[in-house]
T-cell receptor, first 111, second 113 residues
Framework: RKEVEQDPGPFNVPEGATVAFNCTYS??????FFWYRQDCRKEPKLLMS???SGNEDGRFTAQLNRASQYISLLIRDSKLSDSATYLC????????????FGSGTRLSIRP | ETGVTQTPRHLVMGMTNKKSLKCEQH?????MYWYKQSAKKPLELMFV???????ENNSVPSRFSPECPNSSHLFLHLHTLQPEDSALYLC????????????FGEGSRLTVL
């Protein structure tokens, strides 16, 4: 089983739609969680950290369920500019090698 | 403009060449990283430096040789590479060594012929 698993997509949704991505992680000792965004042929950029109580940043909401080892990202009122690959990232330990990236979920927003 | 700058952006080299990738961060961070990103695969950590000391080598072949002269600069020296080493090489920095909050450069796209 992969340490961090994501549905690769692609998700193809109309502008204005709400879209949700899920991510599961295998190590129950995981300590911190993040969503990154990567545009085509660009570097990954931190989108938001994920906190136990859930957190929101504008149209983006991240949730963490430790019991189910599951992280989600919800995008409301999607824009064309939201088209990108969304990477789930889990820090499972005390060294940098334990920062594990998922393979990413591709999102394409159509007009 | 990114706080992490990588050069060159694109590099084509033969298997017998020696070349180097350069990374510079302007963020005052302590830790720097090299990652490899191949098509349809997750990012793979290669090396980590903290306060210019190497703290992790993720079982990387010796044909990749990192160098960190100070906390702001990181190099990846390449020699006798294989075609399967063709990938996007990403440099990142962070304030602490074990945080997941990484700031990436735009990457160096390497093609090995």
């Amino acid at each position: 089983r992969k340490e961090v698993e994501q549905d690769p997509g692609p998700f193809n949704v109309p502008e204005g739609a709400t879209v949700a991505f899920n991510c599961t992680y295998s190590n129950s000792a995981s300590q911190s969680f993040f969503w990154y965004r990567q545009d085509c042929r660009k570097e990954p950029k931190l989108l938001m950290s994920v906190y136990s109580s859930g957190n929101e940043d504008g149209r983006f909401t991240a949730q963490l369920n430790r019991a189910s080892q599951y992280i989600s990202l919800l995008i409301r009122d999607s824009k064309l500019s939201d088209s990108a690959t969304y990477l789930c990232v889990v820090n499972i330990g005390s060294s940098a090698s334990k920062i594990i990236f998922g393979s990413g979920t591709r999102l394409s927003i159509r007009p | 403009e990114t706080g992490v700058t990588q050069t060159p952006r694109h590099l084509v080299m033969g298997m017998t060449n020696k070349k180097s990738l350069k990374c510079e961060q302007h963020l005052g961070h302590n830790a720097m990283y090299w990652y490899k990103q191949s098509a349809k695969k997750p990012l793979e950590l290669m090396f980590v430096y903290n306060f210019k000391e190497q703290t992790e080598n993720n079982s990387v072949p010796s044909r990749f040789s990192p160098e960190c002269p100070n906390s702001s600069h990181l190099f990846l020296h390449l020699h006798t590479l294989q075609p399967e080493d063709s990938a996007l090489y990403l440099c990142a920095s962070s304030q602490g060594r074990n945080t997941g909050e990484l700031f990436f450069g735009e990457g160096s796209r390497l093609t090995v012929l």
